[in-house]
Structures are given as structure tokens and as C-alpha cells.
């Protein structure tokens, strides 16, 4: 009998040595913050202890063809000579934490998210209606448009006119300007837990996914310790933790300043955080409180929360932490500004994200 026989799938099966290596390497890249002669020192080790290369192929041709393919060239790192990542390699980087953490959006349209609401759009749905003045041309629904003609007007006297014409409905596409807060306060590395490598991660891959696929949307990205900064996406790589209090305030202060340069009407506010706020700037002094909810601090931030409310601003809380003080504090705080919170693991925050930004379909304003 003719047909197709399956064989067992073996992960990584017909890659080269370089791709393994390549990979590995780029994911260590991100735990060292781009410095390519730590991950490479640390590639040796893994080399060393599980055999990753061969008499064929060994580490010194493995960083001949990173410098020859364009992943890294000479320059300075700490003062010191010798290699750092291209833009090459950032690209690559950004595009591997999309096809890690959202690889299910491989099929989907380019550039849209669909709303409730119908009109002007690209996706279709299944609904039909009366042709109207203005209404795309492609969108006549023929096998419908001609039955009615043939009811309205029989087969001998056949014509069509735009009483006859359906079409079908569309949902309008909304456009949406959001804003990724990444805290890096010290305690994002506390405990000898990882927690800001994940947060990098998946800052690449909804950079990656707005840029590619949603070009009509834009994407600020802000970091917040003691104070709050922007940063550009090709420094998503190269972002570490400082020895940092929690200013939230500034990092909400800071992210509203940027929504309102953006001319898209539907903005959102998406903050990455392990931790409570600890700090927050009065004049030229910051007045700290790492013990604790401390109520100056706590009160600021609620009011922030409340203001971005009246602002349309809803703020969604990615939680990377479960203490049940913390947990009290998140819902208050997203109360006070009608968002959302998701308390993940650090392994399911990029699937939290890719979801809530999915489905957060926004009302025409």
C-alpha cells in the first residue's frame, strides 16, 4: 500500500555545528549583557564539558565565521579591545525571542488589530449587507448580489442594480501606541534568580512582532530604578540591572509624557516588575523605603495610576512574583487605574504578553 511513513522528530536533527553553536551563543549573549568575550568564554566551558564541537569543526573556526557572516566585529568593550555584536546580530536576536515566544504568529495578517466594531478593515467576516455609497469593490459578495438580481428582477428582464448589491462586513482595524516599562531595579537579579534576561527576551520579541507585524503601531520602550530613562530597541541586548530602588513613578511619568506625542487615539501601558515601589524623587533628592509598603510612596503611585485612568490609559501589570503582600498592592493598584495584572512565571510572561496584546481590541474614540 502507497502512502507516507512518519519518523520519530529529534530536535535539532540536520542542523550544522554552527547553528547549534549560533544559538547557544546568542542566548548566552543576553545573560551577559552583549559582552561576546564572556559568552564566548563560557561557550569554551560548555564546549569543554559536553563535546559541542569536533576535529572538524572547533571554536576557533566557530568565532572565524561570527566575524566572517557579520555577527561580531572588533571594537571595545569596557575600555578594552576586542569583539562586539553587530546589528546583525541584534536583528537576529530580536528575531529569535519572536519566533521563541509568538512562533503561532507565523500565519497571521500583517499590520491589524481586529475590533468589535465593523467597517473599513482587512478580515472579513461572515456577515452581509446593503451595498452603501463608498464601500470597497472587492468586498461584493457576486454569488449573493446576482441572486438577488434574479430574484428582483427574473430571468428574462435580468439586470443588476445597487438595490441588488451585498457586501461583505469587515472589522475595523485599530491602531495602538504602547509603551513597555522594564523595571531594573536591583531586585530583579535578587535571590540568584534571572529575572531581567526574560524581561529582555520578550521586549525583543514584541519589538520584533509591532515592527514587522504591526507596522501602524508604535512601540516606546523605558526602563525605571531610581529614575526612568528610554532606550532605543538595538539596546535591548546590552540592558542590565543597577544597583536600583523601585521608582515606579517615574517610569509612570515618564511613559505618559511619551503617549502624549503619539497621535494613535487607543494607548496602553504595558510594565514588567518583580517588585513594590520603593522610591520616588522629591526635588533633587529621592526619598527611599526599601522595607515594606511605605504609604508616601504607595499613595504617589496610586494617584498615577488614577490619572492615567482619566487619561484613557489603561496599564496592564505583569507581576514576576507571588508574595501576597505584593499581590494585595498590584490589585489595588489596578483598581485605581481599571487595567489588568497577570502574576507569571518567568517562563510564561512572554505568552501573557503576546495574548493580552492580542485581544486588547479598543473602542473607537
Avoid at 184 to 195: A, T
Wanted: proline letters at 4%; hydrophobic letters at 35%.
Amino acid at each position: 500500500m502507497i502512502g507516507w511513513q512518519f519518523t520519530d522528530f529529534i530536535p535539532g536533527e540536520g542542523e550544522t555545528t554552527f547553528e547549534k553553536l549560533l544559538k547557544l551563543f546568542q542566548e548566552l549573549l543576553l545573560h551577559t549583557a552583549g559582552d561576546v568575550s564572556e559568552a564566548l568564554s563560557w561557550l569554551t566551558e560548555l564546549d569543554r564539558q559536553y563535546g559541542l564541537t569536533d576535529e572538524n569543526y572547533g571554536m576557533a573556526d566557530f568565532i572565524q565565521d561570527l566575524i566572517d557572516l557579520g555577527y561580531i566585529t572588533e571594537g571595545e568593550t569596557a575600555g578594552q579591545p576586542g569583539y562586539v555584536p553587530t546589528s546583525k546580530m541584534e536583528i537576529a536576536l530580536r528575531r529569535r525571542a519572536l519566533d521563541d515566544i509568538f512562533g503561532q504568529l507565523k500565519k497571521t495578517k500583517h499590520g491589524n488589530h481586529s475590533t468589535k466594531f465593523s467597517g473599513k478593515g482587512d478580515e472579513r467576516s461572515a456577515e452581509l449587507r446593503p451595498f452603501e455609497f463608498g464601500d470597497n469593490l472587492e468586498n461584493i459578495a457576486i454569488s449573493e448580489s446576482l441572486r438577488n438580481a434574479h430574484v428582483n428582477h427574473g430571468i428574462e428582464d435580468f439586470m443588476l442594480t445597487p438595490d441588488d448589491l451585498e457586501v461583505r462586513e469587515t472589522f475595523y482595524q485599530s491602531q495602538t501606541s504602547t509603551v513597555l516599562m522594564i523595571d531594573i531595579s536591583h531586585s530583579m537579579i535578587l535571590y540568584g534568580e534571572d529575572r531581567i534576561t526574560p524581561a529582555k527576551r520578550v521586549a525583543m520579541a514584541l519589538s520584533e512582532l509591532i515592527t514587522t507585524r504591526y507596522p501602524k503601531d508604535t512601540l516606546d520602550i523605558l526602563v525605571f530604578g531610581n529614575d526612568a530613562w528610554q532606550i532605543e530597541i538595538k539596546d535591548l541586548p546590552y540592558l542590565q540591572v543597577g544597583p536600583y530602588h523601585t521608582n515606579t513613578v517615574a517610569g509612570l511619568e515618564l511613559a505618559m509624557d511619551l503617549l502624549k506625542k503619539r497621535r494613535n487615539p487607543n494607548k496602553q501601558v504595558f510594565m514588567i516588575t518583580d517588585g513594590k515601589p520603593t522610591c520616588i524623587k522629591r526635588g533633587k533628592k529621592y526619598y527611599k523605603n526599601a522595607f515594606g509598603l511605605d504609604r508616601k510612596i504607595i499613595n504617589r503611585t496610586l494617584n498615577l495610576a488614577q490619572r492615567c485612568r482619566k487619561l484613557q490609559i489603561p496599564i496592564t501589570t505583569f507581576m514576576i512574583a507571588r508574595d501576597p503582600y505584593l499581590v494585595r498592592f498590584v490589585d489595588q493598584f489596578t483598581r485605581a487605574n481599571n487595567g489588568k495584572a497577570f502574576y507569571s512565571s518567568l517562563d510564561g510572561l512572554g505568552e501573557f504578553i503576546f495574548l493580552d496584546y492580542k485581544n486588547n481590541k479598543r473602542k473607537r474614540r
